[in-house]
């Protein structure tokens, strides 16, 4: 008879341990529906701007180090302070690059400058388009384009 | 952007995952239940290790097969080796054959499971009653049978012509089954044993073994040609008695009568041609019936396909028998007239069965009527003791059969075979092999040798088919086919074994 | 962004959801204790305790490391391996395991360590790569490493169950083309995030195809072509059906073009039944997929006490520690602890279990994509969309393999599986989705204050 106890037993534990296995489920469920809707409400916030660039280094600390900048559809970016994006280093011309939202990706064009662009390491010589996450070096100072 | 993509892989994704949601549905729920039957599951391979299986009873409530648990594991026993190429053999470690496979679920009682019965069943623990089975077969004809072929390799099958329940049937040599189906660890070695021995004891003879008829087929062809009013009793063949001398030349090849025994050649019926067993005459037969009609005839006796003893869903398997070469299972078309006439009188490419023979002859007898085979009568609940219980749960009984040629046509050959076996042609061919009936007063038999040329120096197999008892106006209640591997002519090896195991039989069932 | 590292990160989600679970393993394994020993008692529970330290000290350590990043994939991960720690250890122990270190491990204690591993990989790769630079700018290299890989495995593997996909080192086995997987979703991930606007803005079109253009993709396409050449010639069918479909997914998340992998679904159709001509081993898996009942206790012999053991399970399973895991001494599945593991489970816990631990990995999967979809790069969400595509994929197939829906391949079921190489493959995709939500988390932060 003690088997029909164990049986019991065992039927008994089985059935909690499926329970808590849902449960479990049920939690995973409620979390992501939260995350979903306080996603939706992010968005909505996020959605103003067409993207933007994040300081990684920048020597003479102009743009300051770590700082986001909200980018315009155009964008010019050089040494001369009337550039949407001015830039404080040697090694940059007074009007270096021009950054472009057309259509659906970003472009950037080299504007002559002496020491060149570069985009993720490498020099560019004609308008290249850009990926968010790609880097964008312009004399001493690196940026990113983000979303 | 990228994000929309990603959207709408979740889609394809979700999408995959719930078709394999679906084909885990499929096997968990939909087929759970027929995969559950299935004799290779594990599951019923693991219940048959520990679960009681039914007693296995011959026609007369002798046991034949029985089983029980020791230390969780259930062991079979068997009480004579001459039944084990019908019962088969259950084996913890090599799983089972014959009966003992076709009857499987029922003889461990296997229940069906449902999804509820995980739940329920489980916790209540029930076991699966196990039923016992009833065979046709007579334990004391199956041994005799046996003891006739004694050391021989061969075969005897004995059917009821009535009903079709098969009386005996006997593959040699045989072997103990019993150590096989024991304890698991110990059945290697006896296994090995049989698989290693050139006698190939694990091959059921009777069912599985294909020969040379030789010219007990010249039964068959008789009985189709005078079914399709091809011959007559009285049909002769004016140029037989001189190529029984010479030759008879067929697409420029020439066939041979073989030793007459002295017997000077004349012109012979039906009558005398089976007496001497004439191959020229059945030669003439055969071409005459044609190779289309041949075919025909030859499917309805059984040939060309697999024969099923017992009901269809557990059965016991017969090779397919063949009159020509085989192709995917049927009998592929003659190669050309010579091969057409070597099949009327039993060489060629014909192979068969001695099941098959013994249907052939169990036709005759039955005027003109085949019955269909069956080994198992009935099942029962399970007897704790030594005897069958009483309540019966389902029977099997003859299918009515099929008839294949006319009653007149089987009479016809009837007695042709009456008198091969007792005329006076036939009685001076077969020389010493008197078949009478030894020792049952008035009761005749009827029958037909075979001696299966095997070509170069191997002797030849020794063929018997027949039946008793056959005196006009007589019911035969028993059709043999007697099968002895290089026995020499018919009437030296599988004759004298026929004639007394007919005899044993019409003894036993209490008539004479 | 700069400080974040050092500030402490409440990870309430995460802590909620993996209590249960850390309950749920030890419960487990009380339940096949007291079944494999027809009797209640407890039981040796060192492995499950043992299991709870791991996922417990991880969690503490990300909320110490003040790490922002998706609080759902730890516990997903943390159910499915429970799951599969429980039926690891109900098994034969001696179906696999290690004597290094002067110790003899059973099988699931071998598991378990392989699991710290990879948590110390996954902590690793979460807390440790802040910048994913050293990952997209040397995406060359990194192919370089995986052909490497590839060409080790070619010349010092040696074959189990005729795919050569083992190196032997010393005291452990690795399978080089687990760690290739990640590789390879890197390369791809770098190197589409580099050129998608040249893909997507230029194409040739050819008839109603618009075809990509080939200076842009020779180089992705002609590494992958090697790849897929070598492995299969390793005979791995499961690895480059997996790869294949990785890379067409990425392809297709970074391009947006359902041409492109139309194009790649009509090679790979082609490429298959080339192969299915060409080579008698996937002839011979294709033959048995179709009719494993042709050959049952040949060729179909695992598939078909696959498809029996499901169906032994029904929907309520046979009880954990209850399956017909032997019979008669032997397995009733040979190779019930890697490529039929979720047989088992679904044997045991039923079709109930089945879809929970199918929920699981759906959670993973679905928040993998979320994190993708979140990432504040293209990179990273190409590389999330890879990593996430693999483990669901692999879970597919493995499934679809197991329930006869598609041809079975040797591949694992993540985290569920017995297989060093594999948890430690699956918790280093772990860790890099880790890292690329916890930047975008510690973004969105920074863009909310």
Same mark, same amino acid.
């Given at each position: 008879?003690?088997?029909?106890?164990?049986?019991?037993?065992?039927?008994?534990?089985?059935?909690?341990?499926?329970?808590?296995?849902?449960?479990?489920?049920?939690?995973?469920?409620?979390?992501?529906?939260?995350?979903?809707?306080?996603?939706?409400?992010?968005?909505?916030?996020?959605?103003?701007?067409?993207?933007?660039?994040?300081?990684?280094?920048?020597?003479?600390?102009?743009?300051?180090?770590?700082?986001?900048?909200?980018?315009?559809?155009?964008?010019?970016?050089?040494?001369?302070?009337?550039?949407?994006?001015?830039?404080?280093?040697?090694?940059?011309?007074?009007?270096?690059?021009?950054?472009?939202?057309?259509?659906?990706?970003?472009?950037?064009?080299?504007?002559?400058?002496?020491?060149?662009?570069?985009?993720?390491?490498?020099?560019?010589?004609?308008?290249?388009?850009?990926?968010?996450?790609?880097?964008?070096?312009?004399?001493?100072?690196?940026?990113?384009?983000?979303? | 952007?990228?994000?929309?993509?990603?959207?709408?892989?979740?889609?394809?994704?979700?999408?995959?995952?719930?078709?394999?949601?679906?084909?885990?549905?499929?096997?968990?729920?939909?087929?759970?239940?027929?995969?559950?039957?299935?004799?290779?599951?594990?599951?019923?391979?693991?219940?048959?290790?520990?679960?009681?299986?039914?007693?296995?009873?011959?026609?007369?409530?002798?046991?034949?097969?029985?089983?029980?648990?020791?230390?969780?594991?259930?062991?079979?026993?068997?009480?004579?080796?001459?039944?084990?190429?019908?019962?088969?053999?259950?084996?913890?470690?090599?799983?089972?054959?014959?009966?003992?496979?076709?009857?499987?679920?029922?003889?461990?009682?296997?229940?069906?499971?449902?999804?509820?019965?995980?739940?329920?069943?489980?916790?209540?623990?029930?076991?699966?009653?196990?039923?016992?089975?009833?065979?046709?077969?007579?334990?004391?004809?199956?041994?005799?049978?046996?003891?006739?072929?004694?050391?021989?390799?061969?075969?005897?099958?004995?059917?009821?012509?009535?009903?079709?329940?098969?009386?005996?049937?006997?593959?040699?040599?045989?072997?103990?089954?019993?150590?096989?189906?024991?304890?698991?660890?110990?059945?290697?070695?006896?296994?090995?044993?049989?698989?290693?021995?050139?006698?190939?004891?694990?091959?059921?003879?009777?069912?599985?073994?294909?020969?040379?008829?030789?010219?007990?087929?010249?039964?068959?062809?008789?009985?189709?040609?005078?079914?399709?009013?091809?011959?007559?009793?009285?049909?002769?063949?004016?140029?037989?008695?001189?190529?029984?001398?010479?030759?008879?030349?067929?697409?420029?090849?020439?066939?041979?009568?073989?030793?007459?025994?002295?017997?000077?050649?004349?012109?012979?019926?039906?009558?005398?041609?089976?007496?001497?067993?004439?191959?020229?005459?059945?030669?003439?037969?055969?071409?005459?019936?044609?190779?289309?009609?041949?075919?025909?005839?030859?499917?309805?006796?059984?040939?060309?396909?697999?024969?099923?003893?017992?009901?269809?869903?557990?059965?016991?398997?017969?090779?397919?028998?063949?009159?020509?070469?085989?192709?995917?299972?049927?009998?592929?078309?003659?190669?050309?007239?010579?091969?057409?006439?070597?099949?009327?009188?039993?060489?060629?490419?014909?192979?068969?069965?001695?099941?098959?023979?013994?249907?052939?002859?169990?036709?005759?007898?039955?005027?003109?009527?085949?019955?269909?085979?069956?080994?198992?009568?009935?099942?029962?609940?399970?007897?704790?003791?030594?005897?069958?219980?009483?309540?019966?749960?389902?029977?099997?009984?003859?299918?009515?059969?099929?008839?294949?040629?006319?009653?007149?046509?089987?009479?016809?050959?009837?007695?042709?075979?009456?008198?091969?076996?007792?005329?006076?042609?036939?009685?001076?061919?077969?020389?010493?092999?008197?078949?009478?009936?030894?020792?049952?007063?008035?009761?005749?038999?009827?029958?037909?040798?075979?001696?299966?040329?095997?070509?170069?120096?191997?002797?030849?197999?020794?063929?018997?088919?027949?039946?008793?008892?056959?005196?006009?106006?007589?019911?035969?209640?028993?059709?043999?086919?007697?099968?002895?591997?290089?026995?020499?002519?018919?009437?030296?090896?599988?004759?004298?074994?026929?004639?007394?195991?007919?005899?044993?039989?019409?003894?036993?069932?209490?008539?004479? | 962004?700069?400080?974040?590292?050092?500030?402490?990160?409440?990870?309430?989600?995460?802590?909620?959801?993996?209590?249960?679970?850390?309950?749920?393993?030890?419960?487990?394994?009380?339940?096949?204790?007291?079944?494999?020993?027809?009797?209640?008692?407890?039981?040796?529970?060192?492995? @499950? #305790? &043992?299991?709870? =330290? $791991?996922? /417990?000290?991880?969690? !503490?350590?990300?909320? %110490?490391? *003040?790490? +922002?990043?998706?609080?759902?994939?730890?516990?997903?991960?943390?159910?499915?391996?429970?799951?599969?720690?429980?039926?690891?250890?109900?098994?034969?122990?001696?179906?696999?395991?290690?004597?290094?270190?002067?110790?003899?491990?059973?099988?699931?204690?071998?598991?378990?360590?392989?699991?710290?591993?990879?948590?110390?990989?996954?902590?690793?790769?979460?807390?440790?790569?802040?910048?994913?630079?050293?990952?997209?700018?040397?995406?060359?290299?990194?192919? @370089? #490493? &995986?052909?490497? =890989? $590839?060409? /080790?495995?070619?010349? !010092?593997?040696?074959? %189990?169950? *005729?795919? +050569?996909?083992?190196?032997?080192?010393?005291?452990?086995?690795?399978?080089?083309?687990?760690?290739?997987?990640?590789?390879?979703?890197?390369?791809?991930?770098?190197?589409?995030?580099?050129?998608?606007?040249?893909?997507?803005?230029?194409?040739?079109?050819?008839?109603?195809?618009?075809?990509?253009?080939?200076?842009?993709?020779?180089?992705?396409?002609?590494?992958?072509?090697?790849?897929?050449?070598?492995?299969?010639?390793?005979?791995?069918?499961?690895? @480059?059906?997996?790869?294949?479909?990785?890379?067409?997914?990425?392809?297709?998340?970074?391009?947006?073009?359902?041409?492109?992998?139309?194009?790649?679904?009509?090679?790979?159709?082609?490429?298959?039944?080339?192969?299915?001509?060409?080579?008698?081993?996937?002839?011979?898996?294709?033959?048995?997929?179709?009719?494993?009942?042709?050959?049952?206790?040949?060729?179909?012999?695992?598939?078909?006490?696959?498809?029996?053991?499901?169906?032994?399970?029904?929907?309520?399973?046979?009880?954990?520690?209850?399956?017909?895991?032997?019979?008669?001494?032997?397995?009733?599945?040979?190779?019930?602890?890697?490529?039929?593991?979720?047989?088992?489970?679904?044997?045991?816990?039923?079709?109930?279990?089945?879809?929970?631990?199918?929920?699981?990995?759906?959670?993973?999967?679905?928040?993998?994509?979320?994190?993708?979809?979140?990432?504040?790069?293209?990179?990273?969400?190409?590389?999330?969309?890879?990593?996430?595509?693999?483990?669901?994929?692999?879970?597919?197939?493995?499934?679809?393999?197991?329930?006869?829906?598609?041809?079975?391949?040797?591949?694992?079921?993540?985290?569920?599986?017995?297989?060093?190489?594999?948890?430690?493959?699956?918790?280093?995709?772990?860790?890099?989705?880790?890292?690329?939500?916890?930047?975008?988390?510690?973004?969105?932060?920074?863009?909310?204050?």
């Amino acid at each position: 008879m003690t088997g029909e106890i164990l049986r019991v037993l065992l039927l008994g534990l089985q059935l909690g341990f499926v329970a808590l296995l849902y449960l479990v489920l049920m939690r995973f469920a409620g979390s992501l529906l939260r995350d979903l809707r306080s996603a939706e409400e992010a968005q909505m916030s996020s959605r103003s701007g067409i993207g933007r660039l994040s300081v990684l280094e920048s020597p003479a600390d102009e743009p300051p180090n770590g700082t986001t900048i909200a980018l315009g559809p155009i964008n010019s970016i050089g040494r001369n302070v009337n550039n949407t994006i001015f830039v404080e280093d040697d090694f940059v011309s007074a009007n270096h690059a021009m950054l472009t939202f057309r259509g659906r990706s970003w472009f950037v064009e080299d504007q002559g400058s002496t020491n060149g662009t570069y985009v993720n390491g490498h020099r560019i010589d004609r308008p290249v388009a850009l990926s968010f996450g790609d880097e964008l070096s312009i004399g001493r100072v690196r940026m990113r384009l983000d979303r | 952007m990228i994000a929309t993509n990603i959207r709408r892989l979740g889609v394809y994704l979700m999408l995959a995952f719930a078709v394999v949601s679906g084909s885990i549905t499929w096997w968990q729920v939909v087929e759970a239940h027929s995969l559950s039957t299935r004799p290779d599951n594990p599951e019923v391979l693991a219940a048959r290790r520990s679960l009681l299986r039914g007693t296995i009873f011959d026609a007369e409530g002798q046991v034949l097969a029985s089983s029980e648990v020791i230390d969780g594991l259930s062991r079979r026993t068997y009480t004579d080796p001459a039944m084990t190429h019908v019962l088969g053999y259950s084996s913890l470690r090599f799983g089972s054959t014959g009966l003992e496979r076709t009857f499987e679920d029922i003889l461990v009682g296997q229940t069906d499971p449902n999804p509820i019965r995980d739940l329920v069943s489980d916790v209540l623990a029930r076991q699966p009653e196990p039923r016992d089975l009833t065979l046709t077969i007579d334990r004391r004809l199956q041994d005799f049978a046996a003891a006739q072929l004694g050391a021989d390799a061969g075969a005897v099958v004995a059917i009821d012509p009535r009903t079709g329940a098969v009386l005996a049937m006997v593959s040699t040599p045989t072997f103990d089954a019993t150590p096989i189906s024991g304890d698991p660890d110990g059945a290697q070695e006896p296994m090995d044993a049989l698989r290693n021995d050139p006698a190939e004891p694990l091959l059921a003879r009777a069912r599985q073994g294909l020969y040379v008829p030789g010219s007990i087929l010249k039964v068959f062809t008789a009985a189709a040609a005078l079914d399709a009013g091809v011959i007559s009793p009285d049909t002769t063949y004016p140029d037989q008695p001189r190529e029984e001398r010479e030759g008879f030349v067929v697409d420029g090849f020439t066939i041979r009568e073989h030793d007459l025994g002295g017997i000077e050649p004349a012109l012979w019926p039906l009558s005398e041609a089976l007496q001497v067993s004439s191959n020229i005459f059945f030669a003439h037969v055969g071409l005459e019936l044609g190779a289309e009609r041949f075919l025909e005839y030859a499917r309805r006796f059984g040939f060309c396909g697999p024969i099923r003893m017992g009901p269809p869903e557990r059965a016991l398997s017969v090779t397919p028998s063949l009159v020509t070469g085989s192709l995917d299972g049927d009998c592929g078309p003659f190669s050309g007239d010579v091969d057409l006439a070597s099949a009327s009188f039993g060489q060629g490419q014909a192979a068969v069965t001695p099941v098959q023979m013994a249907l052939l002859a169990a036709a005759i007898a039955g005027d003109g009527v085949m019955p269909d085979p069956y080994v198992v009568r009935d099942v029962r609940a399970h007897a704790d003791g030594d005897a069958p219980a009483d309540e019966i749960l389902d029977s099997f009984g003859s299918g009515g059969g099929t008839r294949v040629v006319s009653a007149e046509a089987a009479a016809a050959t009837r007695g042709g075979m009456v008198d091969a076996v007792n005329g006076e042609l036939g009685r001076l061919y077969a020389g010493q092999g008197d078949i009478t009936l030894y020792g049952i007063s008035d009761a005749r038999s009827a029958g037909k040798t075979g001696t299966a040329q095997l070509g170069g120096e191997q002797a030849p197999h020794s063929w018997f088919i027949g039946f008793a008892p056959a005196q006009e106006e007589a019911t035969p209640r028993i059709a043999v086919a007697v099968l002895v591997e290089s026995g020499g002519s018919g009437s030296d090896g599988a004759a004298p074994i026929a004639g007394r195991v007919m005899a044993e039989w019409l003894r036993l069932s209490g008539g004479d | 962004m700069i400080g974040s590292r050092s500030r402490i990160a409440w990870r309430g989600a995460e802590f909620r959801l993996l209590f249960p679970i850390l309950l749920l393993v030890p419960l487990g394994f009380v339940i096949t204790n007291i079944a494999l020993a027809g009797a209640p008692e407890v039981g040796d529970l060192t492995l @499950a #305790v &043992g299991y709870v =330290l $791991l996922f /417990a000290g991880a969690h !503490l350590l990300l909320v %110490v490391l *003040g790490h +922002r990043g998706d609080q759902l994939i730890l516990p997903a991960v943390g159910a499915m391996g429970g799951v599969g720690m429980i039926m690891l250890n109900r098994l034969p122990q001696d179906l696999a395991g290690t004597s290094a270190f002067g110790l003899e491990l059973g099988m699931a204690a071998t598991q378990l360590l392989w699991f710290g591993v990879g948590i110390i990989a996954m902590l690793a790769i979460a807390v440790g790569l802040r910048d994913d630079g050293i990952l997209r700018h040397y995406k060359y290299s990194w192919a @370089a #490493v &995986g052909i490497a =890989l $590839l060409a /080790a495995t070619l010349v !010092l593997g040696y074959e %189990v169950n *005729g795919a +050569r996909l083992w190196i032997d080192l010393g005291p452990v086995s690795v399978q080089p083309g687990e760690l290739l997987k990640i590789v390879l979703v890197i390369f791809i991930a770098g190197y589409l995030a580099e050129t998608r606007t040249l893909l997507t803005s230029a194409s040739v079109r050819i008839g109603f195809l618009s075809v990509p253009p080939l200076p842009y993709f020779l180089p992705m396409l002609a590494l992958f072509g090697v790849v897929m050449l070598i492995v299969v010639r390793l005979n791995d069918l499961g690895t @480059a059906l997996l790869f294949f479909g990785i890379f067409l997914t990425m392809l297709f998340v970074a391009t947006g073009r359902r041409s492109y992998v139309l194009i790649g679904l009509v090679l790979f159709v082609a490429g298959s039944f080339v192969a299915y001509r060409l080579f008698g081993h996937v002839q011979a898996r294709v033959d048995v997929w179709l009719d494993p009942f042709a050959d049952p206790l040949g060729a179909g012999f695992q598939p078909v006490r696959a498809i029996y053991a499901l169906g032994r399970g029904g929907i309520f399973g046979e009880g954990l520690g209850q399956g017909l895991v032997t019979l008669g001494g032997n397995l009733t599945i040979p190779f019930v602890h890697t490529d039929f593991i979720f047989t088992a489970i679904a044997e045991e816990l039923g079709l109930l279990g089945a879809f929970a631990l199918l929920g699981f990995a759906m959670v993973l999967v679905f928040r993998g994509l979320r994190i993708a979809a979140l990432a504040r790069d293209d990179f990273g969400a190409l590389l999330a969309v890879g990593v996430t595509t693999s483990l669901g994929l692999q879970t597919l197939i493995i499934i679809g393999g197991n329930t006869k829906l598609i041809p079975l391949t040797g591949i694992t079921l993540p985290f569920v599986s017995y297989g060093g190489s594999s948890i430690l493959a699956s918790f280093i995709m772990i860790g890099l989705l880790l890292a690329v939500s916890h930047r975008s988390g510690t973004a969105d932060r920074a863009s909310g204050s």
